[in-house]
């Protein structure tokens, strides 16, 4: 990096470089090499198998068929593509332009290019397992577990299996004894986390979901409750982003 | 009620009340009858064994050791009274003063008249069990266990029993399956109420524990994880409350 | 409901069913896969004294019309089954399916196999007393009375008596003095609990309701000024949680 | 005003002033004109008695008694003084200072020129009332009572009469009947206003106090309880401003 | 209106009426079970001095319409009858029921047997000056003059002079200097009462509004800069309660 | 626009212009009743050099035109307005009466005498540079955009370089590092500001949009992110408020 | 499991239960089950290296010390200890106590048995590594660092490498991106974690830690900016908690 | 301060210093690890015109004067050094260990080779001019102002003209209106920055105080305030943060 700087000292002493563009010239060089590398790092990251996502939530239809279009490009061989928090008239409009997509109407997710076989009966085992405490958390469960395997991970699925009836599960303890790592998703309280790190040896990916009334509202209580948990191997994802959850488990995961 | 109306009616026919002065008796006659139920009502909750309560927090020295004075009497039967919030200050001055006095640290309490017995080992077992969820509830769990005995409950108590630990709770499943109320002091997510709540017949009085640092602080994060509970039967105290969870208890348990 | 299960074991203590019938009875399976992704908790009652009810929010009506079937049960004797927070679309289409039903629209309840008697005139007195601070808190107050009366709850209503007119009370208090527990629902400033616990021995449930405007917007002054009463007796449900409030009760007062 | 503008104009014309200045003239003039107007109504103010009021939280002692003894003035007649919010150390430094000065440490008040007779038996009638809920909110009642009375307002105590025993306020019904105004102080929930608007003639001047633990930490819950009051003629006052109260109360009264 | 109770025991004191007469006249039952869960409180007015409005927020129709006919009356002389947050629909259908009522949209109020004038030009003096910073506080600015005057004061509206543009208050500096009471309704920063507490001799009751975006959602940041106001003689009332500052104001003035 | 006062003054210093008839032309009265509680603030501009802006929001239709149609004058030279949050229907509306003027959807900006050409290809440098953070900021950098144009100034646009995709911001390093004052518009955890704050000289407005979420939702979380930068020379605008960064903005760079 | 139900019910039938009594063992046998499951969980989990450790905070001294002597055990071979939130005081009686343990103040920590290394010249590599924003988050990140050591993690140390000055990162970028996790603690903003996830291949676990002043006091801006970031691939831990952060790598990593 | 940096660009430019020479001064290495976990960010004055300043709250005594005495530098040309938020001990080593150095008390800031003349008279004009509420703002104040002055700005001082008495405003009138740009600081509910916004060309960078009680503890009502305030051209500070206002000032006026 000195040798950059040098470098501009000796434009200014040349006359070539005034000395006000080179105070701004040294000032961003720094900046400019880490986004350099930064550039590099994307396309590492390319190779890990985490491609471009498209969040679909408050845009314009022709924006996002466009963005979709250009991510899939048009030529063989395609590249996956997976759309997330999509709505239902968007989900029809995708099938219709893209009548080879797959639309997961519960999960809200459209996937290109790949199949992400997101229909019951559910496979209860894998490297990583979305554990769902209410029949309500199902939505972000659904995003978790497609997004995962759209990132290529074998992934398992335990829906409503909350701490009011803890004997739910008994037929899973082997298969979440070998899992390593754990999603799990939960409103109202947000219990079920702590729960789970209790259990069993994988950490815990907890992911509050917005179900509730009154105090549970909105997914705050449920937040808090997994932040302030004091089970050892707990980290904590933003309200209903079961998306994040997965990417953490793709990124460790794939690489 | 109609005949006082009518009575202050006739004064003012009779001239003995101004038309004015009538206008405030009419407007508050029903509620003095109402208080006045309430005096016979305070009456009734006397013998019931509900007694006065002091509560000690900022009460300055003076003010304090006379308001035990008062309500202990100066001549046989004495009325035993229990004093809440003690510092440690308190606790010394009071014992100074009223020597036959039991002065209990850990809970805060000291009491006048009574032995509330607090000390280990700990019976589990009981009408009201009070049940706490880690080594630093203990301070608010002996509150409700010390207030419970003074109003003459036999009451139980389980320290330490908190949700990463659950199989601590099973040697006390026969016990906590005959209880008629439970109650369950948490800090930090507050999940035990809702775990002891989805195994036992007895409803479960909630006390939230300041206990813990970041979101956990102050007990908030504890308090709506337990308001928020999926698990029927539960009801939920301010945060560090024992006390009032034992008034409950004794007006349940005593009426 | 419990009597059920106790029933069965009743006649196999006595010798008229056999223990291998009994466990058929009984239910061998914990939970049953009924919809994807809801498992209903048979077993709940067993543990706890209370049968599972169908909570209507956001489920969609395929679902919601399955799960009450399976629980109603298709031969003699059927299980009574109740719904709550039932919209009236929801109501519709059980009463649709299940003619013999009865939908309560206030209450936002649905019942089968029990008439819960929630048209007025209303009885103000019972070993369970539900009483509401201003009209609009009706709503919340039924579900409370309506689910006391379904699980087998001899429950009494009295509307309408906030703080604003006290004098509302006074031919209530001999019923009030009576009762075993108060169920007491207010929204704004949440003051009725207070004023009842420190008129009769009996201790109150509170539950604040999300009625009002500014402040009181969604309840939370009201839940907040109950916990933070300095009444003795009384203990906090989440808002709007009348259902809370009655499980409560019915864990108290059936075993 | 538009003189003012054509006077301003007519110098632009003249070259006396500068366009670019003048644009800046035009722009405060209305400014100036109300401000001068404020000049005169605080000439106004002082006349009707409100003089200024030496606030003393976190003020360095110099600058406090300099503030006391400037506005207190060197030669008769002397202008009474009041200092609020006093801790006991200032409150010694003021008394050394001006001997002849009353210092309220209950009420955190420092009196020059004026009684404010602040000791009991207090007086429960007057024109105005300040009523108090629990013994912890006296601090709060005595600021404003003083402040009332330094004001020159006929001003009564009558403390400790929280709604856990409203029966306390039987023996005050006339005099509070006669009230033009009433203070309530109150902590906790923060009903006792709400009781009091429902009962008496008087508009309710409500005052939080930061009396509590858990959710009555700091008084925001007896705050949020009083603005949500459904009882009419209430408004409130910052948390802990007794001599908020007294202001309004002074302006109101004194006008 | 206290005067229809007081003008019926002046006639008592006249001998004009007989006591068992004006005990039917006043109303012997202490409130009317008038529609399913709603009791008209018809003797808050003899206690408080401000009779029942109705608040139609939330209500349905015929119950409205009921509870309206029912405080009416049915013989002359009439009780003149306030409805409070009236929406469109409910003024169409309450205009068509009672064809000599008032309904005036912008203050959501409904009249009958008395004509609120709340049409422009407005009268800017009175005892009670209602003030309003921006074009939108102008809804609940007009909840508050109608109100007000509906309980019988001399009432002035001037509306739309927020902090931004201080001048437009120079007009009307004689008038507010005039007057008894301020009501200033402000939303966003709700800077408006401390200036004019600054101002004016009068105390202010300030009143925030809902309007505004982002930190200004809802009025809380409006109500807390109320609280927080340093000047002296300001009380708050609960966000958009224009009707609360006309109560206060009546029971103020009226008594 | 502050010109065209200063223009007019100029003409009187210049002796073209009575000082009488320039007093006409600036207008004598300090504002004009336009409708009904709309006071338009003509000499706002006097004052701060920014001149009266139409908020559109929640304005009634009739309202807006009038006032529009005031502002804009009938005879030339007309001033040039701008409208902001206007919507689609208010848009189509003033389009159709002011068929001259310019509606930019994106933006919420309808402007009238003055082509903002907000369309793309964007220029994306100038003496005040709006940077976004995310595709669904660009709204509210199209009103400081549009705002900071109407005012005059050299604004340039730079959207959806969010930190992660830093490298993003390479090709604009030069023409950043050359601008007066950056607008950095950002939702989610809002750190956008304190990235270019660290790489450019300029100041940062920053202005948090309600974009996201969970934690994310309505822009509290950008907000105090943004305050809380650790980074210096960034100062933090109300939630979406980008017309308020433009203010800012040509109040500095216009005087 | 049905088994032992019909254990239970053949009991009845032989009379050696009471229905009463099987009622409540049918209910809590799956319960038991399971967590006598969760005991042989624990014991894997002792085989993993996560052990027991004690949490100092707000314990009493004598505690403390009998705690960590029962852990420790008194023949060898002995396990080793970590106590975390070790205060000075406490640091100091356990060195007394245990001569060979090793006090590490700026972590807080207190290791038995093991020597953490966490003494400058910090290595800035491993599979996990710690990094910290400002120079006062390095106490949070230490507690990270050795706790991650004392479970045998392969742990390097960054810190003060906060986003105002990201080319601090440079000579780190080859260590970060072979890192398998990366641990970040920052306060203020809590921008950093998000920047991370956007350079580099590894998943990021955010600890916000409670620095700064104003609107970052306590941490919860930089823990609600880091769950609402944009880049992929962040979880969160509470406040301060880095010993949580080294628990989730350590189950992870040890697995 | 960064005319050194230009300085000695422009002498490599006049040919009177090497390149190389030029890379020596201006300091190879990105930043220096000068204490440990405390890189000094000397290159940051480059990229943002801004030099090092050190935030010594929170730091310990010698890594305080290490810091300080690595900026300042150990021969002439010696570089000026700022220290803020330093607490009277700190400030006490910091004039023991450098002699010739300023402490002003009242802003908590040290100087080192610039004198910041803080002391009253304070000059009430400049280019920017600071402006506070109340006497207790004046700390903040005067952090504002010693940072201004210390980064060359010529910066002028107005304390104490709080809205509560606006008429202080009226000898600054002429200054403020040729001010570029006003810090104003003010606590409680905020208002001084609107109504300086609304009088004066110049924009107002907001700084709320955590001055106050109740609603205004820790200045969160000021800050909204300012937020939401009405008048345009305000932009807002973290609480408390002069420091970060100046900062502001010196990169758009220094630029």
Redesign the interface.
């Known amino acids: ?2 040798n950059r ?2 470098d501009i ?2 434009r ?2 040349a ?1 070539t470089v ?3 563009e ?3 010239q ?3 060089a ?10 590099l ?2 396309q ?2 390319l190779r ?1 198998g ?1 491609g471009e996502v498209v969040f679909a ?3 314009r239809l022709p ?1 996002l068929l466009a963005a979709v279009e250009s991510l899939y490009g048009r030529e063989e061989p395609r590249e996956p593509v997976l759309v997330t928090r999509v709505t239902a008239e968007q989900g029809t409009a995708l099938r219709e332009k893209f009548p080879d997509g797959y639309f997961y109407e519960q999960g809200r997710l459209f996937a290109l290019g790949k199949d992400l076989s997101l229909d ?1 009966p559910w496979i209860p085992r894998g490297d990583v397992i979305v554990v ?5 958390d ?1 939505q972000v469960g659904m995003e978790a577990l497609g997004t995962a395997r759209f990132f290529g991970l074998n992934a398992g699925f335990i ?12 037929p899973y ?1 082997p298969d979440l ?1 070998k899992a ?2 754990i999603i799990a998703v939960a409103g ?4 079920l986390p ?2 789970l ?7 815990v ?1 907890a992911v ?1 979901s ?32 079961g ?3 997965a ?2 488990a ?3 995961l794939n ?1």
Do not use: W
Not at 132 to 136: E, L, Q, V
Not at 188 to 191: K, N, Q
Not at 197 to 203: D, E, N, S, V
């Open positions: 990096m000195p700087y040098l000292l000796q200014v002493a006359g005034a000395p006000e080179a105070l701004l040294i000032g961003q720094p900046f400019e090499q880490l986004v350099q590398g930064l550039n790092d994307k590492r990251g890990t985490l939530q408050s845009k924006d019951p769902t405490a209410g029949g309500a199902i829906p409503d299996v909350g701490i009011a009836g803890l004997h739910r599960l008994l303890l004894g390593r790592l109202m309280e947000g219990a702590g729960v790190a209790g259990l069993f040896p994988a950490p990916l509050p917005s179900v509730g009334y009154g105090v549970s509202t909105g997914g705050y209580t449920a937040l808090a409750g997994m932040l302030a948990s004091c089970a050892a191997g707990i980290a904590v994802l933003n309200i209903d982003n998306f994040g959850a990417c953490f793709a990124k460790l690489n």
